[in-house]
């Protein structure tokens, strides 16, 4: 049973810094890719960033630059570390996981329930 269980989350003041976090448990893969996804009230799921079980990572146009994704193999732990917030980031983030290289696309397997950001 895979479980992705993010944290970090919180408020922040625009141009601020904040780092989350996403421990997964359960894979029956090895180092699955996994990804950072957001939504806000009343938009649609958007990906942010994605790292493959090599270490290849892809952005979104609109975080290149003031986000950044990472992993930890060893203990199946996703980052994402977000500068120069601003307050169109705020949002639910979400991480993902899925056996197969997906991507930005939003049809991973495999979800958390999401961390709070809110940018003000």
């Known amino acids: 049973h895979v479980q992705l269980v993010e944290s970090g989350g919180g408020s922040a003041q625009p141009g601020g810094s904040l780092r989350l976090s996403c421990t997964g448990s359960?894979?029956?893969?090895?180092?699955?890719?996994m990804g950072w996804y957001r939504q806000a009230p009343g938009k649609g799921r958007e990906g942010l960033a994605s790292?493959?079980?090599?270490?290849?990572?892809k952005y979104a146009v609109f975080v290149k630059g003031r986000f950044s994704i990472s992993r930890d193999n060893t203990d199946n732990t996703l980052y994402l570390q977000m500068n120069s917030l601003k307050p169109e980031d705020t949002a639910m983030y979400y991480c993902?996981?899925?056996?197969?290289?997906?991507?930005?696309?939003?049809?991973?397997?495999?979800w958390g329930q999401g961390t709070q950001v809110t940018v003000s």
């Open positions: 993902a996981a899925d056996e197969y290289n997906l991507g930005l696309a939003r049809s991973y397997t495999y």
């Open positions: 359960g894979f029956t893969s090895t180092d699955p890719t």
């Open positions: 790292i493959d079980s090599n270490g290849r990572t």
